[in-house]
């Protein structure tokens, strides 16, 4: 179940971890290469803006300089060859004339008797624009027509001119919108109306209407707007070039991440079957860490501690190992080498410390075998311990199955075993559940003795927990105290026993059995006198 649940996350972080860089990479690669389309439209829009505004000032510079002559006779032959000479000296104008009653008169070229039809619009500045004029003599030639409205004096340029930029691919629709009729002038390629409503009012507009990229800008001396418009299609050109870079790495990255998660998922998978070579190998052995008296300092037991570390030196802590051992039913088979190993290390400890106790750690499986009963007779006679040698200390996740935990613990006490509930206040026991048992120690859990002499709501909660050992009338062992101001508290409290790096840390049983022959022997010497 664990492995497969196991398998399953590790397979979807894999895809995950795979499929996420090269996502980004994708997105990234669209995203620049979006954005290098709207830059070349925008260019593109920037050029043909330039090119009208100057074409714009040419037609206004002529316009006015016509009008400020104020010839009688707009087409005498002395302004007729004036604007000879303005047209040659202006890059972008084919033609300078005088229209009357929409009828060309004369131009630079001379008389005409030519009708032009009427204007397509009238700019702000008071100029009849006819968008797409032919003359009879021209008749491959459209022209662009400004008139000045006032002087009669016109302006043509060729139609295409304002378009005259260099566009490598036929596809890009380029073209000049006029502010007044909003249409446009001229253009070369598809226009679409719809793309008039997203212009706003400011003077460039990127947007995309998924078959193009847009990009519109307005002059900002003059009446008009010159457009860009770039097929969608060229993005995923760009997509397909940049993403022959990008990929490569996503993929390269992703499969780092898949290696390190499958490295990952293989330790974990791994770890039972190393669990069962540890139990071959006897690579599990014991710490003790020693239980004092409150009151006295005396040591009065000490709680026997898992340790593993592998061949390769490396400690692998109980925390990790034990929940998966749990989870793939090992435990029993831990349990009994936890119980074994006590039984080589304490040999003769109960006949040269009568009063000294050994706590056991049991799993909630435990207590749900009577294998555990027969693994701590045999321990019991080798140990020759007498009643309250030994004790078993069951969380309260043990007590889940009442019935068959209570029936084992109460043979486990019919031996002189006694019981103590560890990691208390973790679970979810209740008073009422807690005395359905027959215990006699309360482990108080390291978490809430962290929250004595702080001032802290929860450094209630450890009152309360003092109280209810009180009054089921159990002994209480503090766990994880490091500073002699808690041990202070809990002796004033009332608590008899104790456990924690202010007393000592778990040490092999050589060390422990030492400390404790020296400390008796130190008693020996000096007698404590009861006053
Ligand atoms: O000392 P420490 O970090 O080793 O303990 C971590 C956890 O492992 C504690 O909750 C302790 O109860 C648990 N543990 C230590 N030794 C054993 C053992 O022999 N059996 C079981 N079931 N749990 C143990
Ligand atoms: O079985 P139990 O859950 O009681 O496990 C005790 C755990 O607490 C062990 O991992 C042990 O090493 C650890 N421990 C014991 N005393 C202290 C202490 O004073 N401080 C800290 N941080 N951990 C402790
Ligand atoms: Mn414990």
Same mark, same amino acid.
């Given at each position: 179940m664990r492995n497969k649940t196991f398998v399953a996350i590790a397979i979807f972080i894999v895809l995950v971890a795979v499929s996420t860089p090269i996502a980004i990479s994708l997105y990234l690669a669209w995203k620049q290469s979006f954005d290098d389309q709207m830059d070349i439209a925008a260019l593109l829009a920037e050029d043909i803006l330039r090119r009208n505004d100057e074409s714009s000032d040419q037609t206004l510079g002529i316009l006015t300089t016509l009008a400020a002559e104020?010839?009688?006779?707009?087409?005498?032959v002395e302004n007729i060859r004036l604007m000879g000479a303005l047209d040659l000296a202006s890059?972008?104008?084919q033609a300078v004339g005088y229209v009357k009653d929409d009828w060309l008169l004369c131009s630079s070229y001379g008389h005409h008797n030519t009708p032009l039809g009427p204007a397509n619009y009238i700019t702000p500045y008071g100029t009849a624009v006819r968008t797409l004029v032919e003359f009879p003599v021209l008749p491959e030639k459209r022209f662009l027509i400004s008139t000045d409205?006032?002087?009669g004096y016109t302006v043509a340029i060729h139609h295409n001119r304002p378009l005259d930029v260099f566009v490598d691919e036929p596809s890009i629709s380029v073209g000049v919108l006029s502010s007044?009729?909003?249409?446009?002038i001229v253009s070369r390629g598809e226009f679409k109306p719809a793309w008039i409503d997203s212009?706003?009012?400011?003077?460039e507009s990127r947007f995309s209407d998924g078959e193009y990229l847009v990009v519109v800008k307005h002059s900002s001396k003059y009446a008009f707007a010159a457009y860009v418009a770039v097929p969608a299609t060229k993005v995923s050109d760009g997509l397909r070039r940049l993403s022959r870079f990008l990929v490569p790495f996503g993929l390269v990255a992703g499969a780092l991440l898949a290696w390190m998660v499958l490295c990952l998922a293989k330790r974990q998978l791994a770890l039972p079957a190393v669990i069962k070579v540890a139990l071959k190998r006897n690579e599990f052995f014991l710490h003790y860490q020693p239980i004092v008296d409150?009151?006295?300092?005396?040591?009065v037991g000490a709680e026997a501690l898992i340790r593993w570390q592998r061949p390769n030196g490396e400690m692998i802590r109980p925390d990790l190992f034990i929940a998966v051992a749990e989870e793939v039913g090992l435990i029993p088979r831990i349990t009994e080498r936890v119980i074994s190993l006590i039984g080589d290390d304490i040999h003769d400890l109960f006949a040269r410390h009568p009063k000294f106790h050994i706590a056991i750690n049991l799993s909630a499986v435990d207590l749900q075998s009577r294998q555990t009963i027969e693994y701590l007779d045999v321990l019991h006679k080798k140990t020759k311990? =007498?009643? %309250?040698?030994l004790i078993v200390e069951a969380t309260e996740?043990?007590?889940?199955?009442?019935g068959v935990a209570r029936e084992i613990l109460d043979e486990v006490r019919a031996r002189g075993i006694e019981v103590a509930i560890d990691d208390? =206040?973790? %679970?979810?026991?209740s008073l009422s559940y807690l005395e359905s048992f027959n215990l006699d120690y309360l482990k108080i859990d390291k978490s809430f003795v962290d929250?004595?002499?702080?001032?802290?709501?929860?450094?209630?909660v450890v009152l309360h927990i003092i109280d209810m050992a009180k009054s089921l009338n159990l002994k209480m062992i503090a766990e994880g105290v490091e500073t002699e101001a808690q041990a202070q508290l809990l002796r004033q409290r009332g608590v008899q026993f104790a456990q924690g790096w202010h007393f000592g840390k778990p040490v092999p049983f050589s060390t422990l059995l030492e400390q404790l022959d020296k400390s008796t022997a130190s008693l020996a010497v000096t007698p404590r006198v009861d006053l």
């Open positions: 104020g010839a009688v006779d707009p087409c005498s890059e972008h104008v409205l006032k002087s007044v009729t909003n249409s446009p212009v706003g009012k400011q003077t409150l009151q006295t300092g005396q040591w311990a =007498g009643p %309250g040698n996740r043990g007590f889940m199955n009442v208390f =206040g973790t %679970g979810y026991s929250t004595l002499g702080k001032d802290a709501a929860t450094s209630q």
